[in-house]
């Protein structure tokens, strides 16, 4: 009796004190064993906590990886894939055999290696976000130099306020199918990372926005698809085909939902701001607006007197926007159905039209050669563009560079447009031969680097920035014939020109006389190309000559891969032909010695 009452009262004080905080009495159900490791284990932690944060982590790593906690990403922006790493052994290797047969070593030149070109914006990306600490207001951008040097300081089109800088004028690459038919339509994956293409087969072209290679196709409509728009959310792609026909996608190109939506052609689709409504256009002169998760007919709009050619829905208001080859621009609330305005600017049809991402101004193309600017809060149009020689068929604004404004012709030119330029009606640049036909569809990456157009010409293409210096990533396949010339590799065997070594061989990888990026500068008269050279060190300042004291030897300068100078005191040029000897000259303490013999 006695050691019963001694141990009952720590067992009915711990079940006292979780009743009263509301709490299951755990001590007091495990029985006294449990209640005395669990003090000793408390007694541990408290002496050493290192030693209980490890044996935490024991008890986490033992659990079975479905039940480990992790973080993942909540947004399909958040966690970008890294391209792969880039293998310049390869490179190596090939100017190596490359050199080789150049020097009779090899018995047979090997193919000629090609790297796939890549246009890829994480490492300007992660770049920016490191200039963003340090740079307090855009005015501490650092200007790129017209030097290939400074591709890799390029950073992304957000970081940038000069349109100019974001127009893509150099062609990366040209893509077809191998069933060659017109693109009529193509857009963007949410994530930036491919584009889909719509063509008058019916079929849905998958291509890599990197290496802009093939990836997948598939037959989505047994007619010419007309137009696609993914929703502001991501999740859903919707498009339409020449029979009226409206289908649904899921991201992995799922169709989910067919109905018929017009008795003809349907040339637009555009979804509200808030994904809820979307509404279409067609040949038959109607314009219509439809529940989305319920695939029903809400509101039909007329008021056009030709068939309707593109909408667009407003990114914030409920606005839409219609263009007709009745020549005319028209306004409508898709709450009443009501028209708002009215505007007869084009006097052609109007074929495409498309709002700007802040929402103040819309751009409509028509078949009078001409771009119109409408500013939504004066009701009027206020930039007439003309520079297009023929139809205007497609247009498109920057998702970065609100004020940078892209058109497509049916001559297959690309006009490009800036509304904050001094000469907003003057195209800022021009590519008269971007394409061999009508330009039907153009996009913009969502980050604005690259752009792509689809053409008549069954060819779709991809746009990038010009790089620093005027390089468009060709200048080394174009230099070099037996093999590659990047840098920091040698560039194949050639033979010299000019009056310091013509007709002398380099085969030497490292030590060519033509390297892709080389500013040499050497001591002597001839002329340096490179004008990031502080004085002094350029070729255009000869160094002085030895003193009288020291006397004139007939020595050689060498600098790096420079051909031999002749540091006399005389400094006198060599004349024209191969180097063959250098004698050494006399010379003594007064004014400078006597020359080589050659």
């Not at 790493?85 to 290797?93: A, I, K, M, S």
């Not at 018929?260 to 637009?268: D, T």
């Not at 409508?332 to 028209?339: A, E, K, L, M, T």
């Not at 498309?354 to 930039?383: C, E, F, H």
Request: hydrophobic fraction near 30%; aromatic fraction near 8%.
């Amino acid at each position: 009796m006695p050691s019963t009452a001694v141990a009952a009262p720590p067992a009915a004080s711990a079940f006292m004190s979780n009743s009263r905080s509301g709490s299951e009495p755990k001590a007091a159900a495990d029985g006294p064993s449990s209640t005395h490791k669990n003090g000793v284990a408390a007694e541990k932690v408290k002496e050493d906590p290192a030693q209980g944060d490890a044996e935490e982590n024991d008890a986490v790593a033992s659990l079975p990886p479905r039940k480990r906690a992790r973080w993942e990403p909540r947004r399909y922006l958040e966690s970008p894939t890294p391209p792969p790493p880039y293998n310049r052994g390869v490179e190596q290797e090939a100017a190596f055999h490359t050199a080789a047969f150049e020097a009779g070593l090899e018995p047979r030149r090997l193919r000629k290696f090609s790297q796939r070109r890549t246009v890829d914006y994480f490492g300007s990306m992660a770049l920016f976000d490191a200039h963003r600490i340090t740079a307090t207001n855009p005015r501490m951008t650092n200007f790129l130099k017209p030097s290939p040097h400074y591709c890799a300081e390029l950073l992304p089109p957000s970081a940038y306020r000069d349109p100019s800088i974001n127009i893509t004028t150099i062609c990366a690459q040209t893509a077809v199918n191998k069933i060659k038919c017109a693109v009529n339509v193509a857009r963007w994956m949410p994530d930036g990372r491919r584009v889909l293409t719509g063509s008058s087969s019916g079929e849905f072209t998958l291509w890599n926005g990197f290496t802009f290679n093939f990836e997948t196709i598939l037959q989505a409509h047994d007619s010419p698809v007309r137009s696609m728009q993914w929703s502001h959310s991501g999740v859903w792609l919707i498009s339409s085909d020449q029979n009226g026909q409206v289908k649904y996608f899921q991201q992995n190109m799922n169709n989910v939902q067919l109905f018929e939506a017009h008795r003809e052609s349907v040339r637009g689709l555009s979804f509200s701001p808030d994904d809820g409504r979307f509404c279409t256009v067609s040949d038959d002169q109607t314009v219509k607006i439809w529940v989305f998760d319920q695939a029903r007919e809400e509101r039909v709009m007329t008021g056009h007197g030709w068939d309707v050619m593109c909408c667009d829905w407003h990114p914030t208001k409920g606005l839409i926007v219609t263009g007709s080859k009745d020549n005319l621009v028209k306004f409508w609330d898709p709450r009443s159905g009501s028209n708002i305005g009215t505007f007869h600017g084009h006097k052609n049809s109007v074929q495409a039209c498309k709002w700007s991402p802040d929402g103040n101004y819309v751009a409509t193309a028509g078949r009078d050669q001409m771009v119109k600017v409408y500013d939504l809060r004066a009701l009027s149009d206020i930039y007439t563009m003309k520079g297009h020689r023929k139809d205007v068929c497609s247009v498109d604004w920057h998702p970065v560079q609100h004020d940078l404004l892209v058109s497509g012709g049916f001559d297959g030119s690309l006009h490009f447009w800036s509304t904050s330029s001094s000469t907003p009606e003057t195209a800022l640049h021009t590519i008269e031969n971007a394409h061999d036909s009508g330009i039907w569809t153009m996009s913009w990456n969502p980050i604005g680097h690259i752009l792509v157009t689809g053409s008549a010409d069954f060819s779709t293409k991809f746009w990038s920035r010009a790089r620093p210096g005027g390089g468009d990533g060709k200048g080394h396949e174009e230099r070099e014939e037996g093999g590659l010339a990047m840098g920091g590799i040698a560039a194949p065997p050639v033979t010299r020109s000019g009056e310091w070594g013509a007709g002398v061989e380099d085969f030497i990888p490292g030590f060519t006389s033509n390297l892709p990026t080389s500013t040499s500068s050497y001591i002597g008269g001839q002329s340096d190309s490179s004008t990031f050279l502080p004085p002094g060190l350029g070729a255009g300042h000869r160094q002085p000559g030895p003193p009288p004291s020291m006397g004139g030897g007939g020595g050689m300068m060498m600098m790096g891969n420079n051909p031999p100078v002749a540091a006399s005191g005389a400094n006198r040029a060599p004349p024209p032909g191969q180097l063959r000897r250098w004698g050494g000259g006399g010379g003594g303490g007064g004014g400078g010695g006597g020359g080589g013999r050659w």
